[in-house]
């Protein structure tokens, strides 16, 4: 079972959905908000917005995240881990062209990382 205390500080990072329930807009529709978070820190680096009925992030979208933590951080991690759950094809293999090597995992295995930032999502964007 993965840990924060397993990693150092940038070592490795997590790709999640932070949202359960697409984020409704009126003017431009339904997202979902991909984060990476750093696996030590539990600190969320960045997140990209993609329209809730496309089925990953694009590759323009994918270098974009992946370059809005690399200019937070100032490097980039060695693992990259991305639920098996999800569809990342384009983020895994713009990781994996970046050096990152890239892990799938259940998602499960992830919730000891994700779980505190998704109810805090879920409380601030939560529909009426």
């Given at each position: ?32 908000c991909i984060a990476l978070m750093d696996a030590a820190s ?64 259940a998602e499960s295995e992830l919730l000891i990382f994700v ?14």
């Open positions: 079972m993965l840990h924060p205390s397993q990693f150092e500080v940038n070592e490795a990072w997590i790709a999640f959905r932070l949202n359960h329930a697409p984020v409704r807009t009126v003017r431009d529709g339904d997202f979902n539990c600190f969320i680096l960045c997140f990209e917005f993609a329209a809730a009925d496309a089925t990953q992030l694009s590759q323009m979208q994918s270098r974009r995240l992946l370059e809005k933590a690399r200019s937070h951080k100032q490097q980039l991690p060695r693992t990259l881990f991305v639920p098996t759950e999800d569809a990342a094809d384009l983020l895994t293999s713009e990781a994996t062209r970046q050096g990152i090597d890239v892990v799938r995992v779980g505190e930032a998704r109810e805090g999502f879920a409380e601030r964007f939560a529909g009426p």
